[in-house]
């Protein structure tokens, strides 16, 4: 087997030695293979992938960012065609945007021995505005069939020259070559940060250049028409990778966001020094970073407005002197008043004034109009700076790498967080979209330090149900649930952001053919209680009749089927959100004329250093069985130090839910 596998490497290795990458200049061979030999599970490949950046002085608009695109796919059946159809985003600001042109793109077939070319066309191509902020550019290849092979080049022209995409190196599926390039001129500073588990060396090297200068002007014979150049010769670098055979980083549960570990290259402007001018830095050090963010006009600024909003905070809290009164009734008020318009930032865009008077605004009006209120009041308040999920961790001081603002209040019992975007949080109960490690808290006199997110009080949810069971196999009853903290949060937001019906469908679906009746939700709106769930449902085939006896889970439909940590190996944190705890009594009444001949035996497991347990407990008589069981996950974030603990912990506690009672006819 190793033999053989050493010789498919040597092959392919050698092949792609010999590959064209030239655009159009598709093989056969890429045609005719039916899967990536390193990864058979691929649905598609990489052939080739390169990224040409670089900064281009135009005499009338100044720098630009400039960047070339080329990339070559290889689809290996119908699960890989999601690769035919691609997005690109264009960020604009005012009348700044970002612009695509010089796009290409065809599709290669194998027909008959010969090969088929088909060249995208306009009604392939769409283009949208995704947001205020943001137009989308997508297209669609035509004539896709297993075995394709795909290829696009475009070019992207930014005048956000200092806002540089992240070279990304790894993919959810293999990459075959690819190559990529950055190149700067000596008047820009730009910061390297790597990230992820694959080992990238760029190549560095000076090169000259130089700006072309043309100047107009009228004069000479008649006062015709002169031209006249002259060159400004400059030293540029240029950094580049080169890398084969790059193996596909494939999402798993309980990640946070895949591309916090995805192996890439982070470009920052660290600052510019350009000629007869001094050196303007743009982020050094944190110190440096938040300097900027506060005292930027739609951050810092918009926290000294208090006019728009003193009558109304005067009546809310004039009879109030307790300052956690104070703050949950401000809290309460903000999250009533104005309502989230979608986007999120860390800066307001028509500032908290306007937002206040419109009752609508995005996440940095209303957060910041928030702590604005609480210091008003007299509370120690101060914005929070924080990057979501999507966003990614901010390893290395970064402008970009905090993208969301939310309110922190500092007390002798440590920082209370607020988030009042989210009209079903709490305080110290986050959305989940903020749940992302750490936040950067800053002050007034524009210090800051850092503080963990994650909630430290458990999220629970108690289950109880009474069941009754017939000989057939049958099951109805009766089924409540209490969830507290994020667990009740998160409902909320499922429950009440949806059509009733299409909750229940989804609710029965979930259980596979279970009918449910009679469901009711109380404090659905009132955050300060749990929330309950309560239904009746009836559940055909919940027991194996066999001969006399009847085989079932006491957990039921409940019981955990599979466990969610398949890989050998995991090399990132396995982050749960929260700590949580499930809890679940459950009553199963016997069928009449049946008696209990086994039951399964009492257990407990724990994982090292209390990360997480389960407890397991049966009791029966002739009439009925008694079920309690408990799981807890008592930490957020999981290192992957314990993934073999955590992966066989899951493993133990679903084989003890699959253990069934045995009933037998007297």
């Not at 030293?235 to 080169?242: E, L, M, P, R």
């Not at 951050?299 to 956690?324: C, H, N, Q, R, W």
């Not at 004034?353 to 101060?382: F, H, W």
């Not at 955050?527 to 309560?534: G, V």
Request: glycine content about 6%.
């Amino acid at each position: 087997m190793k033999t053989t596998t050493l010789l498919l490497s040597l092959c392919f290795s050698i092949s792609a030695l010999a590959q064209n990458y030239d655009f159009g200049k598709v093989s056969k061979e890429e045609l005719e293979e039916k899967f990536n030999p390193l990864d058979t599970s691929a649905n598609a490949t990489y052939l080739y992938k390169n990224r040409r950046a670089y900064l281009k002085y135009d005499q009338n608009l100044g720098f630009q960012l400039i960047t070339d695109i080329h990339e070559r796919i290889k689809i290996y059946n119908q699960d890989g065609f999601d690769y035919a159809t691609s997005q690109v985003e264009l960020y604009k600001s005012g009348s700044d945007q970002e612009k695509l042109s010089s796009l290409k793109a065809n599709t290669y077939n194998l027909i008959d021995g010969k090969i088929e070319e088909t060249k995208l066309d306009k009604n392939g191509i769409f283009k949208t505005e995704l947001s205020k902020y943001y137009n989308e550019t997508k297209f669609t290849m035509p004539n896709i069939k297993e075995g394709s092979v795909i290829e696009y080049k475009y070019t992207i022209a930014s005048p956000f020259y200092w806002n540089v995409d992240d070279f990304v190196f790894q993919h959810a599926i293999p990459v075959r070559k690819l190559e990529a390039s950055f190149e700067t001129p000596e008047y820009f500073n730009f910061k390297l940060n790597t990230k992820g588990y694959l080992m990238v060396t760029p190549k560095v090297e000076a090169k000259s250049d130089k700006i072309t200068f043309t100047s107009t002007g009228y004069g000479g014979i008649g006062g015709a028409k002169t031209s006249s150049t002259s060159n400004l010769d400059y030293i540029k670098t240029i950094t580049s990778y080169n890398l084969s055979d790059i193996p596909a980083l494939k999402d798993e549960p309980y990640v946070n966001n895949i591309g916090n570990y995805r192996s890439a290259i982070q470009y920052e402007l660290s600052y510019t020094k350009f000629p007869d001018s001094p050196i303007k830095y743009y982020s050094t050090q944190w110190e440096d970073v938040v300097k900027t963010i506060y005292e930027s006009s739609s951050f810092g600024t918009e926290l000294d407005k208090t006019g728009y909003f003193e009558s109304d905070i005067d009546a809310l809290i004039s009879s109030v002197s307790e300052p956690i009164t104070r703050a949950s009734l401000i809290f309460n008020f903000v999250k009533t008043k104005v309502k989230w318009n979608n986007y999120i930032g860390k800066y307001t865009d028509g500032g908290v004034r306007k937002a206040y008077k419109d009752q609508v605004g995005n996440v940095a009006e209303i957060n910041l109009m928030l702590t604005a209120m609480l210091r008003y009041a007299g509370l120690n308040a101060n914005p929070v700076l924080v990057s979501t999920r999507q966003n990614g961790i901010p390893l290395f001081p970064t402008l970009d790498g905090y993208n969301y603002v939310i309110s922190g209040i500092e007390t002798e019992q440590g920082v209370v967080l607020l988030d009042a975007s989210n009209k079903y949080s709490l305080p110290n109960i986050l959305p989940s979209r903020v749940l992302n490690w750490e936040g950067r808290i800053i002050r007034k006199d524009k210090s800051s330090s850092t503080i963990s997110l994650y909630p430290n009080q458990p999220s629970k949810n108690t289950i109880a149900m009474m069941a009754n069971l017939d000989g057939n196999g049958n099951l109805e009853g009766n089924y409540r649930s209490v969830k507290t903290n994020h667990d009740a949060m998160i409902y909320r937001e499922n429950y009440l952001e949806i059509d009733k019906t299409q909750f229940l469908e989804n609710l029965e679906n979930k259980y596979k053919g279970m009918e449910i009746s009679d469901y009711e939700v109380k404090n659905d709106y009132d955050l300060s209680e749990p929330i309950t769930e309560t239904y009746k449902f009836s559940l055909e085939s919940q027991a194996d009749v066999i001969g006399d006896k009847l085989y079932f889970s006491p957990m039921l439909f409940l019981k955990t089927n599979e466990n969610p940590f398949k890989l050998e190996k995991r090399e990132f944190p396995v982050d749960f959100g929260s700590p949580h705890e499930t809890s679940y009594r459950i009553i199963i009444n016997l069928p009449e004329g049946y008696k209990i001949e086994s039951m399964p035996e009492a257990s407990a497991l724990m994982m090292p250093d209390n990360l997480a347990e389960f407890k397991y407990y049966l009791s029966g008589n002739e009439k009925s069985i008694q079920v309690i069981v408990s799981t807890k996950i008592n930490e957020s974030i999981i290192s992957p130090m314990y993934y073999d603990s955590l992966k066989e912990y899951f493993n133990k506690f679903i084989e003890k839910e699959a253990e069934q009672i045995i009933l037998t006819k007297i």
